[in-house]
């Protein structure tokens, strides 16, 4: 009745209510304050919020301030870019609501919206535009709780002022949003017919130095200190603070809560639902600490909950490599062989490895990239996390996140990362479980596949390690491989571990010197021939005897792989010479290219 009284009208478009000589907004209004002869980070509510990406045309809020004549994405009912003026005064401009165009109607446009209305000035000045206002007059009227502010500043810098906080989006998207739009004004041959203009909007390419002092972004820099950069020149360290900036909600910091993926669950199908209970090992009394205080950070990180399960597998402790000032380091595992006996396994195959290398020839550059925690942001399916608990001396509790040692993690993850990554993997770059390696011709190339793979890391809430990323190498450690331009070689640093190995003292250590060695089987020319008498021991019908020809053959192994050739990477358009070799102690092969006796 107040409403009808008052000959009041709703403008959805603008999201106001308007009666009498008032005109009240739907929700707290936010201001942005552009300063004088600047362009600015902004954004718009998108009133068509169910379009995914859309054109907005030139809109003027008065002659000398205006924004849009851009391409843009949806990203949660917003759309960022940026906002002009060439006025000698500052103002604050209200966000306004806009209406996405499709890109066939855009190409047909060539005129401005004008946005109606009364613009104050600092000065106080009258002019036409409802967004606009004085920044007296907003610095004055409006107050503000200091953590909205510093949530709001975050995002578009420091001249924001906002009274309603946005709890329920993310800071992080806003700020590669904002950064990732302003990149259409960088090209001054910028048109909507141009091709190449639509492609720079795709990429989020930004001018690092415009936007540092723009858009602060402390995130970003603390992710900077955490990457290793000494070997960059100024261009590529320019591009990587770049892709950082775009992207700096991809990257999990150490006061981070590690989120889970939407994506997948880990299930543990089994013969049988009879609960498996495994007592307790007895430990050293020095090591109950350390699992009391590894469990709580289980807990404080909400991957672990206190449980009823009738199921029970049995912690132990094992160290890890001493830290930088050498002091010890210990894993908390959890002994999990009883349960995955009678798990039915999942038969989702590994990448080859050998396959991976082999695709990675005439690169330049090579960005090797590592998931936090990995099998951590895999959330457990609610009916089968009780099959996951432990007990220590201080409660039973259960995963909530898949945890190491589980009989199909490794598939589980695998099929993960392939899903996410359905149409790169093998094409744009390669992941083995949690380790992605992106390989590219030139930084423009490396630069397109990185905001690719970053996009799908968003749409499945995926996050990286920083400190286990190595960014734009020319020479890089993967998969206990260095991979470079040249061709591929064994990793010095595992190789360290066979020139390292005891003699073998039975059958066990025997399998495990050959499981080592044979990973680099293909750098060994004869490996079989000269391994040959220490399988001869693991037959069944000979007793362990260990003899000189056996230390021969030990000894050959291990000084191979110091010497061991570097493996250039096969040319698929090229033909192969195959030539091989027998006699009544072995046979052997060898795959070519090239002219014999030259390559």
């Excluded at 478009?13 to 907004?25: F, G, V, W």
């Excluded at 104050?120 to 606009?132: A, F, H, I, L, W």
Aim: glycine share 6%; net charge negative.
């Amino acid at each position: 009745m107040f409403l009808k009284e008052r000959s009041a009208s709703i403008d959805y478009k603008n999201k106001r209510l308007h009666y009498d000589d008032s005109s009240i907004p739907f929700s707290e209004t936010i201001y942005v304050h552009i300063k004088k002869r600047s362009v600015s980070p902004f954004y718009v509510n998108i009133a068509n919020s169910e379009k995914q990406y859309g054109y907005i045309p030139r809109q003027t809020l008065n002659e000398n301030i205006y924004f849009g004549e851009a391409i843009v994405t949806n990203v949660n009912g917003k759309a960022y870019l940026p906002i002009f003026n060439i006025t000698e005064n500052d103002y604050n401009i209200e966000i306004p609501s806009i209406e996405l165009q499709d890109f066939d109607l855009a190409d047909t446009l060539n005129g401005s919206t004008i946005l109606g209305g009364v613009v104050e000035t600092r000065g106080n000045e009258t002019t036409n535009g409802p967004y606009v206002k004085g920044s007296n007059e907003i610095f004055t009227s409006h107050s503000y709780e200091e953590n909205n502010f510093n949530n709001i500043t975050e995002t578009l810098g420091h001249s924001v002022i906002d009274n309603s906080p946005l709890k329920s989006e993310s800071n992080s998207d806003h700020i590669a949003a904002a950064r990732g739009t302003l990149a259409i004004y960088n090209n001054s041959n910028s048109s909507i017919d141009n091709p190449l203009y639509f492609e720079r909007i795709q990429e989020n390419t930004i001018p690092v130095n415009f936007l540092d002092e723009e858009i602060p972004c402390p995130r970003a820099s603390a992710i900077m200190q955490l990457l290793r950069l000494e070997h960059l020149n100024s261009e590529e360290l320019d591009n990587v603070k770049s892709l950082i900036l775009n992207h700096s909600d991809r990257f999990h910091l150490p006061d981070d809560n590690l989120g889970a993926t939407n994506a997948t669950q880990h299930s543990i199908p089994t013969i049988n639902e009879i609960p498996i209970h495994t007592k307790q090992y007895r430990y050293p009394p020095v090591h109950k600490d350390e699992i009391d205080k590894q469990v709580n950070e289980l807990l404080s990180n909400d991957l672990i909950e206190y449980s009823t399960s009738p199921y029970n597998s049995p912690v132990w402790i094992v160290p890890k490599k001493p830290d930088s000032q050498g002091n010890k380091r210990w894993r908390m595992v959890i002994d999990y062989r009883s349960l995955n006996e009678k798990t039915i396994g999942d038969a989702y195959p590994l990448p080859n490895i050998t396959d991976i290398l082999d695709q990675l020839g005439s690169a330049k550059y090579f960005s090797v990239l590592d998931l936090a925690s990995g099998f951590h942001q895999i959330p457990m399916a609610s009916k089968d996390a009780p099959k996951t608990a432990f007990s220590t001396p201080y409660g039973h509790y259960q995963f909530k996140r898949m945890p190491f040692g589980l009989k199909n993690a490794p598939a589980t993850f695998q099929r993960l990362m392939d899903n996410v990554l359905s149409g790169l993997q093998g094409n744009e770059l390669f992941v083995y479980m949690d380790d992605i390696v992106i390989y590219a011709r030139s930084m423009k190339e490396h630069e397109i596949k990185f905001n690719k793979l970053m996009q799908r890391l968003r749409n499945a809430n995926l996050k990286l390690q920083p400190d286990k990323c190595e960014f734009l190498r020319h020479e890089v450690a993967y998969l206990g491989h260095i991979i470079g331009a040249d061709g591929v070689k064994p990793d010095p640093n595992k190789i360290k571990s066979i020139m390292e190995f005891p003699t073998p003292k039975n059958e066990k250590n025997i399998k495990q010197f050959l499981g080592l060695a044979g990973y680099y089987r293909r750098f060994i020319p004869q490996f079989s021939k000269i391994a040959k008498p220490l399988t001869d021991l693991l037959k069944k019908t000979n007793i362990f005897n260990w003899q000189p020809r056996q230390t021969e053959a030990f000894n050959v192994l291990r000084s191979s792989l110091c010497s061991g050739p570097i493996l250039q990477y096969p040319d698929f358009t090229k033909p192969f010479i195959l030539t091989t070799d027998a006699s009544g102690y072995a046979i052997g092969g060898v795959l070519s290219q090239g002219q014999i006796g030259k390559d």
